[in-house]
């Protein structure tokens, strides 16, 4: 199983620590961080992806919390769990116009939300959190903003990209580390191909189709 290189800060001590206490102590004792070794190498593994040729891809693996379908612009929110490949990938072929980092809150948006009125308060912390936004430029000359979100656990991410760089469909740009969400801002118009609550897959899932 490939693994993201960015975690390897995480899983390389998670393995080599406890291995050194067994050494000098008892193994019944440390044996069980290897267990969050093993979850950590799951969570940072990095699967193949082959995208189609037609339509714009999901940028995130999750479950989508929330479309919002205006004139002219349509925005996907993907919520990701801890259990979901948290690699963001282009879903477009473009060039990477901007790239800005904003300073802001860690709002809880996953595991401890609550149950009433959840998806307002996770688009409101998509928002105001410490996020990074992605903008790139399509072929066809219309913009759309790949928006990284750190959440109460999540605070950090990372940007593979730079201002410039052309991308293809399905190339990755970035990584959130643990629970997180990702916002994709679509200027035109488009046919939906997914719905609230549908599970997607970055670089995979076809969630809409410009119209002409």
Same mark, same amino acid.
């Given at each position: 199983m490939k693994i993201v290189k960015e975690g390897l800060w995480v899983i390389l001590p998670s393995? %080599?620590? @406890?291995?050194?206490?067994?050494l000098l102590t008892s193994w019944k004792l440390w044996?069980? #961080?290897?267990?969050?070794?093993?979850i950590m190498i799951f969570f940072f593994r990095d699967p193949n992806? %082959?995208? @189609?040729?037609?339509g714009v891809l999901s940028p995130a693996d999750g479950?989508?919390?929330? #479309?919002?379908?205006?004139?002219?612009?349509?925005?996907?929110?993907?919520?990701?769990?801890?259990?979901?490949?948290h690699l963001q990938r282009s879903?477009?072929?473009g060039t990477v116009t901007k790239i800005t980092k904003y300073s802001g809150r860690h709002r809880r948006f996953h595991l401890f939300t609550p149950k009433f009125g959840f998806a307002r308060k996770k688009i409101r912390a998509a928002t105001e959190n410490e996020r990074n936004v992605i903008e790139i430029q399509t072929e066809n000359k219309k913009t759309?903003?790949?928006?990284?979100?750190?959440?109460?656990?999540?605070?950090?991410l990372k940007s593979f990209v730079k201002e410039?760089?052309?991308?293809?469909k399905g190339d990755k740009v970035g990584l959130i580390y643990f629970g997180s969400m990702v916002k994709l801002q679509m200027e035109g118009k488009f046919e939906l191909k997914v719905k609230k609550g549908d599970k997607v897959k970055a670089g995979e899932t076809i969630i809409a189709i410009e119209k002409e």
């Open positions: 393995a %080599i620590v @406890p291995t050194i206490l067994i044996a069980l #961080i290897y267990i969050f070794t093993a992806r %082959i995208p @189609p040729e037609v479950k989508i919390i929330a #479309i919002e379908d205006r004139p002219n612009e349509l925005d996907f929110y993907v919520e990701l769990s801890v259990v979901n490949c879903p477009i072929n759309i903003w790949l928006t990284q979100i750190v959440g109460a656990f999540a605070r950090r410039g760089q052309v991308l293809k």
